[in-house]
């Protein structure tokens, strides 16, 4: 009997899919390509056809209207691909959908600063509970990795290979063996590489600013932290190259820090 007989037409299974955020302080498409090419160095394949979120949180108040087709256009010439739009007003939503892409409700963090500069100074609340339990991380091309999930933490022991992509949903992603060149290790808190971090490393993932990148030896393409990045085109800072070295982000910048010490680049 046909196999076909046996399958259904459709079947709809939980996954996860990471987006990078695209955070526009502009709406000025010559200003906006402008820092791509600086940020990319020109490269054409620096991106790999990302999901994108389309931030405009940052946008002026009467700031000139979003010409949505030449944003999409643009980030498209540098290989993201837009889905979402984030921190949209109301008014816009017809015009966003319009285009084919979804709105994302308002950035949680910014909206819980409005509210509580709004409101009288209130007693410090008692510690966050503990994160919980994660649920199943994705492992994309998974191959060889092997993942152990705890509380707060996921584990992995194995090479992480080219081409691999790792996404620690919730939680700290700790990794143990070498990540190399054309990785991509993404977390929505810290991460530890107690190994040589090459490839890419996305920390804060979900937003939080307080997250943290530590290796043993650190040599990485790109690195970022809560949507913010920096690459290292011209290769990693000597003076922290391939040694304990961590990063963090201050305001709109990330640094670059000895482990040991206060350095920084």
Not at 159 to 180: E, F, K, M, S
Request: charged share 20%.
């Amino acid at each position: 009997m046909s196999k076909s007989l046996f399958q259904k037409p459709i079947e709809i299974k939980i996954s996860t899919v990471v987006a990078v955020s695209a955070i526009l302080s502009t709406a000025d498409r010559i200003a906006l390509d402008a820092a791509l090419k600086e940020m990319t160095g020109g490269s054409t394949d620096f991106f790999e056809d990302d999901l994108t979120v389309i931030d405009i949180g940052n946008l002026a108040p009467g700031a000139e209207p979003v010409d949505w087709d030449g944003i999409i256009a643009l980030l498209k010439q540098y290989r993201l691909n837009p889905v979402a739009v984030r921190n949209a007003a109301p008014e816009m939503a017809a015009a966003i959908a319009a285009h084919g892409l979804t709105v994302e409700p308002a950035n949680r963090r910014r909206d819980e600063a409005e509210a509580a500069e709004a409101k009288p100074a209130k007693p410090a609340a008692a510690p966050a509970a503990p994160l919980p339990v994660p649920g199943p991380a994705a492992l994309a091309n998974a191959g060889a990795a092997t993942a152990l999930l705890t509380p707060g933490t996921m584990i992995i022991d194995t090479p992480v290979r080219a081409g691999q992509r790792i996404y620690a949903r919730g939680c700290d992603l700790i990794i143990t063996a070498v990540v190399n060149n054309g990785a991509e290790i993404i977390a929505d808190g810290s991460i530890h590489v107690y190994n040589t971090l090459n490839g890419r490393a996305l920390a804060g993932a979900s937003g939080n600013a307080d997250a943290r990148i530590f290796a043993l030896g650190m040599a990485p393409e790109l690195v970022s932290i809560a949507g913010v990045y920096r690459t290292f085109e011209d290769g990693f800072p000597a003076e922290f190259a391939r040694v304990p070295a961590q990063i963090r982000l201050v305001g709109d910048r990330i640094d670059i820090l000895s482990v040991n010490s206060a350095s920084r680049a």
